[in-house]
């Protein structure tokens, strides 16, 4: 009991949750409003203050109405620059236009509409991801522009939008005002693709009706993988970039094509797990890709027919992303 109330009062752990509270998943737009703009002070706009409070005291003092005159003066023109800075976010309208899939370890790019439906300019806006990446932006009056939320990738699946910061310290930078966002948006992120050392022999042309046998012979049409370096092999077909990178010998491995159809199987790597398949596949599937070759994609949970282009290869790359192992279609 004692454990479980000392996390409740854990700072981030209060405040984090006062946050999903006060600022819910919502549709991909939002509007800012002013009971969802907060703002304080920032560590400039204390130390203005000091400073205000050191010249009252000293025109109280002295009896300097110059000294009293500065001092209001100064003041007004912080509170003046407080209401611009709040102003500065209020009534911006925010949306998400969409992502485009990444591999596990890249950058999953959200592109947001930042629109300025006032007169006036929007300057310093600054759109903050949990990781502290940032960037700031400048939105002209009655315009909208484009604008980008950085989030790093670790693994592959959906990875929804995270609650975001959009803030702003125009024009003085005495006053900090900000408020978060939640917006409703899932990211793809495609397994990482493998470097296919020793690969066993999976891009085989399959005749109709067959499955995987020795359908290929050794020869100098198709890129098969690496191998092994064997006394005697050519040196144009040595891996060099292997070697540049302290991976030792090995010689790439070419075949010629007795049919028309490649299949990608999960299978094939008995003794390996998961994740490490689906890396190896992402890698065969770019780059049977890249030959032209029509190629087909076997999984537990279900098997796509051959055939190639774009289209063909985001479904492909996107079946890996949300394979569940141990789970089957209906």
């Known amino acids: 009991m004692i454990t479980r109330l000392a996390s409740l009062l854990q700072p981030r752990t209060w405040m984090a949750r006062w946050i999903a509270q006060r600022h819910p998943r919502q549709n ?6 002013r009971q969802r703009i907060y703002i304080l002070p920032t560590r400039y706009g204390l130390l203005f203050a000091v400073m205000l409070l050191v010249i009252l005291l000293g025109a109280m003092n002295y009896g300097s109405n110059l000294a009293f005159a500065l001092c209001f003066l100064l003041g007004g023109l912080a509170l003046v620059g407080m209401y611009h800075t709040h102003d500065n976010l209020l009534q911006l309208k925010i949306e998400i236009l969409g992502v485009s899939p990444v591999f596990a370890g890249e950058t999953l790019r959200f592109q947001l509409r930042l629109e300025n439906p006032g007169s006036r ?17 400048r939105v002209p009056p009655r315009q909208a522009i484009r604008a980008e939320l950085k989030i790093p990738t670790t693994q ?10 959009i803030s702003t310290e125009y024009p003085l930078a005495l006053f900090h005002a900000w408020t978060w966002l939640n917006l409703a948006a899932d990211g793809l992120v495609y397994p990482r693709p493998a470097e296919l050392i020793e690969q066993p022999q ?3 042309r399959e005749r109709p009706g067959q499955h995987s046998q020795n359908n290929h012979l050794a020869g100098s049409e198709d890129f098969n993988g690496l191998r092994k370096y ?60 890249e030959r032209g070759s029509n190629y087909g994609l076997r999984l537990p949970t279900e098997a796509i027919k051959p055939d190639q282009g774009i289209t063909h290869q985001n479904a492909c790359l996107k079946a890996l992303a949300l394979f569940q192992h141990g789970k089957t279609r209906a």
């Open 202 to 204: 999976l891009s085989l």
């Open 28 to 33: 991909g737009i939002a509007t800012l409003h």
């Open 230 to 289: 064997r006394s005697g092999d050519a040196q144009r077909h040595i891996a060099w970039r292997a070697v540049a990178r302290g991976r030792g010998l090995f010689t790439k491995e070419f075949v010629d094509a007795l049919d028309t159809e490649t299949w990608l199987n999960f299978n094939a790597w008995p003794n390996t797990d998961v994740e490490e398949r689906l890396s190896r596949l992402c890698a065969q599937i770019l780059a049977t890709e």
């Open 156 to 165: 592959r699946g959906y990875l929804a939008c995270p609650r975001f910061a």
């Open 121 to 137: 300019a929007r300057y310093g806006i600054t759109i903050e991801s949990p990781e502290g990446q940032w960037a700031a932006y």
